[in-house]
């Protein structure tokens, strides 16, 4: 009778698995602009709020940062860091900038590809945003969510500002953004944070937020879950693919992110989407 059950257990294993492949699961996606100029600039103590908004980090699957500008902060935020790849996009674009990119994609997840561009436009050093004091781009990442199961993690911070030149400039990144997206991105699934510095409710912004969306085919969470407040520049976005569906089931603010004052950690609210993935008929 041992026998007979090895012999079923040899035969279930060659027929049917260990696959331990999942069909469905869901991750919890961050998106933070962490004001993470030097305290001469925010008139703050940047390095205290790092302190503050480090171990807060550890509770998402995903977590993309914008403005993490120093080192010194940067290496604050690490300190009390849980997620197996942290991924700081920090070159300088040329000797003029005095920053680089201020992204960090954080992630639980095992990294198959990453890559990193910085964008070709900018506006501004004592005049405009001062965007041109950095080196901003965008981060693009292929990641294995499971067995069987790749998504790609994008971050960004766009040009900001609401001059003519700042429009100019946030339409060839938006053109960079969708380049990236129908070519390293071809075909496959997509969740994109970032400060995309583009409001709904201005018409050339308006402009380039339905480029993103109907050129690289993503979808907002906040909008696709009717949040109350769809006009905000730090976004969320999710593309699904042929084969794996993304669907925003929640979207909110995250309140943890004052100090016990009730003073904010940033001067962006830190945004966060719960998204369901799974595998379509057919796979």
Known sequence: MREVALLATCLSLVCCGPQNTASSGELSVLTYNVHGLPSSVTGDDTAGRMAQIAPLLGSFDVVGLQEDFVDSNAAILELAAVHSNRLRFADLLDSDRVYGSGLALWTNYELLEERAQHFGSCHGLLDGSADCFASKGFQATRQRLAPGV????????????????????????????????????????????????????????????????????????????????????????????????LEAL??????????????????????????????????
Do not use: K
């Open 250 to 283: 929640s979207w909110q603010q995250e309140l943890a992110f004052f100090d016990p004052q009730g003073t904010a950690l940033s001067d962006h609210d830190a945004l966060s989407a719960r998204l369901a993935w799974r595998f379509l008929a057919g796979r």
């Open 150 to 245: 790749e998504v790609d993690f994008y971050n960004t911070h766009l040009e900001a500002g609401g001059g003519p030149e700042d429009q100019a400039a946030r339409a060839q990144q938006v053109q960079m953004l969708v380049d990236a997206l129908t070519g390293f991105s071809a075909n496959h699934p997509v969740v994109f944070t970032g400060d995309f510095n583009l409001h709904s409710s201005d018409p050339e912004d308006s402009d380039q937020l339905a480029r993103l969306r109907s050129e690289g085919g993503l979808t907002d969470s906040c909008e696709d879950t009717l949040c109350s407040e769809p006009d905000r520049i730090d976004r969320i976005f999710f593309r699904s693919s042929e084969t794996l569906q």
